[in-house]
């Protein structure tokens, strides 16, 4: 597949309510691969963006009364638009405001996809009305010992909304209704770098609509290049910064036949 | 003229309301031409910072209601205290919302410069009230074949404002009633990294404080600036990571002598 | 001392309620160091935040009314639960809505720790009713000739509010009520970037935490760390952004040999 260059070629304008720590990075992300972000979260805009917009990115990191009331009204545009929605719930589980606006995004809005690590993806099944029944995961995080169980997991959630579930972690999974991938890319070095999974959402939602016909395939493309994007900074980088800095040079040079080269993916029936 | 000379000299002191995607870069962009940068967009301390300040930037990128107020009281601020206003009448034509603020904006608040790409700068044409009868170009942005067609979009628009206009793009036109400049610096890998023109509109101001006797090459001189800044980056940058930071870098270590070495520009009687 | 070896080990987890213009590169400094930022600033989850973390900054750079109101709430509750809370009087004393915002910020919250540049300590001083008596200092910095000036008013000015008071400057002065400890670390061109003075209150919180025992010497070992990474950086910076991530680089290779090796400290009773 040409998951790369489909993004560069259709170059989707993405919509961003995301956090003030890392919308910097995430738009630069964006544009790195071949996207164009476009920010704003103010209720007497933000749903009106959706009109000449391709995809939406919801992330909670640094929420507040105003910016929630524009994520539920954008998202039900978005949705109404047909347009790829994604959720990163940043920070759910951390307290009770959180995941009650958690349990309203998952009432109220439909995703495509929804990306976390494992602690923020099992409050979220915690809290959804939707996800009455799913069994969260006891692991921490996905190891190679406790994959099934994380399989079956993210497969009852696929379910119960209708997105495909993108664990981060040192393994990251994806996964549908009956399918999941496992990556092996990143590095450690990452964790210290603020903003990886937020730039992994918006490059997601880039790869969502312009690869759309296999979204599991086009979130595994997205969580991939960012993964790969760091390994690839990670051989010359001296710190933090110049691997922040890499991450984003590699990511601007990405196509698909470094993807498929660098790609430490795994395909299993679930 | 000793453009850059006279803002590190004079350090003008610039506030900004900006949206939240650009702002440090805007900040690191103002201090590294020689100006000194403060953010405020709280309605109880905005139009107050004025006092200590020399000129204020507005950029309606990430606007809301609150901001929004902010930028009205402390324009007038500025204007009532003489103070170089800049407007980015950012993502303008995108929404209604925006429009009617880009309309409240040019209603009450006057402006030494305007400055955006073309299709926010006609946007902005089209929704004020300053600018009936001003044919906005048909344009989709300023090439050799159409500069005519622009330079009297541009030359109208300032006749109706009073401000220079900028409109950036791969040649950038900056004009006032009777005078144009064309720059051609610069380079296309800018465009994929945020920010270049809220950065811009900083430069612009800082340069606008410094070198009043002429606005309109004070204002060419902060385009060029960046462009030349985005150019000189260019010829060591691996990807638009290093790009970023190595404009940054440029900036910080411009001076007239580069600038007059650099510069791309022509003069136009219009 | 193990300083830096001590926040690596403990991770300390730390609020920010802090300005949008330099909160990537405050996450991304905490992060370096061996720290774990999470940042909010709504009220409805703010407070709420503190009881997941070990420490709260609190900076007031783009405050707002929204965020004051949980500024004060978090203070209240990180104060409740014995976390560190660091304020970072950011444009203290520019206009008269921030004056109000530091007075109330002092009348309610106890602080373990205030820094900022000497004009910013001063308008603390002036205005927090905690502080009658003491006399602000006449100096504009430290200086070598009016180092005992600036002891006297920092000594007062720690007894008054039982924090270690961090006066940044050319000369960096920390007292408590009994001892100070100047440093000489850092270098001019880090003036030249926006948000070191934020990302040292987070470095210095995350010491607090890491190294309760003597909590002068914890807060200098964070200013120590941010000026001697600027300082390392300094030698190969082509500029102000490739120095503002080298800095980052530089604090996330920085280990107490260096630290103890780097560190241009003096230690006065005062």
Do not use: W
């Not at 959804?128 to 006891?138: F, I, L, P, Q």
């Not at 210290?192 to 979130?219: F, Q």
């Not at 760091?230 to 001296?238: I, Q, V």
Request: charge should be negative; aromatic fraction near 4%; glycine fraction near 8%.
């Amino acid at each position: 597949m040409e998951y790369i260059k489909n993004i560069r070629e259709k170059c989707p304008l993405i919509h961003f309510i995301t956090n003030y720590v890392t919308v910097n990075d995430v738009a630069n992300a964006a544009l790195a691969i071949g996207g164009s972000p476009i920010m704003t979260d103010e209720i007497l805009d933000a749903p009106d963006m959706q009109n000449i917009c391709n995809a939406l990115v919801i992330n909670t990191g640094t929420l507040n009364k105003n910016t929630v009331e524009s994520m539920i009204a954008s998202g039900k545009r978005a949705n109404e638009l047909g347009h790829v929605v994604v959720l990163d719930p940043c920070g759910a589980g951390a307290t009770p405001y959180r995941n009650e606006v958690i349990r309203k995004l998952m009432d109220e809005v439909k995703f495509d996809c929804i990306k976390g690590n494992i602690s923020e993806i099992k409050a979220l099944a915690n809290v959804s009305s939707k996800t009455n029944g799913v069994d969260a995961s006891d692991a921490d995080q996905a190891t190679r010992e406790n994959l099934k169980d994380v399989f079956k997991f993210a497969k009852e959630l696929s379910k119960a909304t209708g997105a495909v579930i993108a664990i981060t972690g040192v393994i990251d999974v994806i996964a549908d209704s009956k399918n999941a991938y496992t990556t092996d890319n990143g590095c450690r070095e990452m964790r210290a770098i603020t903003g990886t999974g937020c730039m992994t959402a918006g490059v997601i939602a880039a790869s969502l609509v312009a690869n759309p016909s296999d979204k599991l395939k086009a979130v595994t493309a997205g969580v991939v290049a960012l993964g790969l994007a760091g390994e690839l900074a990670k051989e010359y980088a001296k710190g933090t910064g110049t691997l922040h800095i890499g991450l984003i040079d590699e990511l601007s040079n990405m196509d698909d036949i470094k993807l498929e080269k660098g790609a430490k993916i795994e395909r299993f029936e679930i």
